[in-house]
């Protein structure tokens, strides 16, 4: 997926999730929904160094 923000482009690229099916059953709007959950944790990227409004953030 390409992203815009203030004239810089961006490539995003999402992870792919395996989700099993849960037991657990809600209602939602009159209907049935079965709820979904990660078979195992999905970690994010290591995130480098960050600048805020000026503020180098570690």
């Given at each position: 997926m390409e992203l815009h923000y203030r004239g810089a482009v961006y490539n995003?690229?999402?992870p792919v999730v395996e989700m099993a099916e849960s037991h657990l059953v809600t209602h939602y709007r009159g209907g049935i929904a079965k709820l979904r959950q990660p078979k195992r944790a999905v970690a994010s990227a290591?995130?480098?160094?960050?600048?805020?409004?000026?503020?180098?953030?570690?």
């Open positions: 995003h690229i999402e290591p995130v480098g160094q960050l600048k805020y409004r000026g503020a180098w953030v570690r």
